[in-house]
Nanobody
Framework: QVQLVESGGGLVQAGGSLRLSCVAS????????MGWFRQAPGKEREFVAR?????????YYADSVKGRFTVSRDNAKNTVYLQMNSLKPEDTAVYYC???????????????WGQGTQVTVSS
């Protein structure tokens, strides 16, 4: 069982930045591929970014955030990060981190989820 806790959300103006953190309880954190997802009001949850297990040498982004968001991980701290720059109002959503044994963008293949953190971008 892996427990995930996100933090770092908040209210920011368009063009601003936020860094989200997700701390995992498992000592095997390094073995999981980690993903970030978001869900805006009235919309389905969507993939944002993912990072491969262990060294995190492989990352992948949704087209909507490519070039603005960066995912990284620190296995010593059991933490995955999402640096969000040049934020836009359409980035407003609840952001979730998730853990999977597979490198994937598919929501259904992520086994463990955090409770989410709200990000609101004002225009």
């Amino acid at each position: 069982q892996v427990q995930l806790v996100e933090s770092g959300g908040g209210l920011v103006q368009a063009g601003g930045s936020l860094r989200l953190s997700c701390v995992a309880s498992a000592s095997t954190f390094g073995s999981y591929h980690m993903g970030w997802f978001r869900q805006a009001p009235g919309k389905e949850r969507e993939f944002v970014a993912r990072i491969s297990s262990w060294s995190g040498g492989s990352t992948y982004y949704a087209d909507s955030v490519k070039g603005r968001f960066t995912v990284s991980r620190d296995n010593a701290k059991n933490t995955v990060y999402l640096q969000m720059n040049s934020l836009k109002p359409e980035d407003t959503a609840v952001y979730y981190c998730a853990a999977s044994s597979i490198a994937t963008t598919l929501i259904r293949l992520y086994d463990y989820w955090g409770q989410g953190t709200q990000v609101t971008v004002s225009s």
